[in-house]
């Protein structure tokens, strides 16, 4: 059974930085894409960022250019997200997503073959 599961979001003013970690168990091989999704209240679930075990990575052109970094460990089967200097239009839920590729980052669809349950980010100005 696949899980992903994902930590590091509370509330922090804005300026400040968090790390959201997501662990994976369960997976296979075919799904070497981890990667990150938001959703703010009342709007739509959009892409953040995206890395493959090849080090393939992307970036949503909606996340702020510089702010947030995606990065990975293989050995522990975790992805993070480094976001600094977060800004109240952060707040959001971020999920953690599993795909084959990194076109759900891409595009609406494919949807991520796998999601996990989300971790509340809220920033305060």
């Known amino acids: 059974q696949v899980q992903l599961v994902e930590s590091g979001g509370r509330s922090v003013q804005a300026g400040g930085s968090l790390r959201l970690s997501c662990v994976a168990s369960g997976i296979s091989d075919s799904n070497n894409c981890m990667g990150w999704f938001r959703q703010p209240p009342g709007k739509e679930r959009e892409g953040v960022a995206g890395i493959c075990t090849d080090g393939s990575h992307t970036y949503s052109l909606t996340v702020p250019k510089g702010r947030f970094t995606i990065s990975q460990d293989e050995a522990k089967h975790t992805v993070y997200l480094q976001m600094n200097n977060l800004q109240p239009e952060d707040t959001a839920m971020y999920y953690c997503?599993?795909?084959?590729?990194?076109?759900?980052?891409?595009?609406?669809?494919?949807?991520?073959?796998?999601w996990g349950r989300g971790t509340q980010v809220t920033v305060s100005s």
């Open positions: 997503a599993a795909h084959g590729t990194l076109g759900p980052w891409f595009s609406k669809a494919p949807p991520p073959s796998y």
